[in-house]
């Protein structure tokens, strides 16, 4: 009993820390999904204002460019060759799985794996419906990652397993303790997996767009609008240096 009374505070202790991790790991996760939402909407917008222009642009600028050659004003581009670059080996089956032989490094981990979450590893004890599916599930995702070659994926799986909370089982209270640092760290996890995906949003080309339109909205000005006009211009001046590059072809040919 003395034993199970000194192991409270700290069990309770570890329960606050990890309901203030949980609000910590939602928030973080509805602010990511709000600048997802906002990313695909910027996107749409972009594809029906300026996607159109650009579909009008580029066709101008290749036939400006095939007038000029024509006119003797510009030199044609060298051939350039379309071949597949030195170097890039192996090929992927219709399921997207590589063709080329597992290394010794992939075998060992996905046996590492395969006896963590295999279902027939399960104590006939400990054989509960949930434990079930989620050995099921892993072990699944492990063959399709051992398929596909994919060491890193192998590892994580391995590494969520071993952070799973439910593994202690028990109501004693050293595994009350366990399972709530096994939560924490799940969740600690997640967060440095959200900060991640944070940053690898930012990194996209829409999302490096966003931030630019962000920060010319802060200074009083609309960015978006701008490469509208921008894009809007160079048409007017491709259509222009087209009619002039037809004039100077038909007069070479005089």
């Not at 072990?139 to 994926?153: G, K, L, P």
């Not at 802060?218 to 609008?225: I, K, S, T, V």
Request: net charge negative; glycine share 4%.
């Amino acid at each position: 009993m003395t034993r199970s009374t000194s192991l409270q505070p700290a069990t309770d202790a570890t329960a606050l820390h990890v309901a203030a991790m949980e609000l910590q790991v939602a928030a973080r996760e509805t602010e990511l999904d709000d600048l997802k939402a906002a990313l695909q909407a910027l996107q749409a917008r972009y594809l029906d204002k300026i996607g159109p222009l650009y579909a009008e642009l580029i066709p101008l600028d290749e036939a400006v460019a095939e007038a000029e050659i024509k006119a003797g004003l510009r030199v044609p581009d060298p051939d350039r060759d379309d071949a597949a670059e030195p170097g890039d080996t192996g090929t992927l089956t219709a399921s997207g799985c590589s063709t080329a032989a597992p290394s010794g490094d992939l075998k060992r981990m996905f046996r590492d794996v395969a006896r963590a979450v295999h279902p027939d590893a399960l104590p006939d004890a400990q054989h509960d419906e949930r434990t079930r599916y989620r050995r099921h599930s892993l072990m699944a995702e492990a063959n399709r990652a051992y398929a596909e070659r994919d060491e890193d994926r192998l590892r994580l799986i391995l590494h969520a397993w071993a952070l799973d909370p439910e593994l202690t089982a028990g109501d004693e209270p050293e595994n009350e303790q366990a399972r709530l640092e096994r939560r924490a760290a799940t969740l600690s996890a997640r967060l440095v997996q959200i900060d991640t995906e944070f940053a690898d949003v930012h990194r996209t080309a829409i999302g490096r767009l966003k931030t630019k339109i962000d920060d010319a909205r802060a200074q009083g000005w609309d960015l978006f609008a701008e490469m509208v006009r921008q894009v809007t211009r160079e048409i007017a001046l491709a259509r222009a240096k087209l009619k002039r590059s037809q004039k100077w072809e038909v007069r070479s040919q005089k």
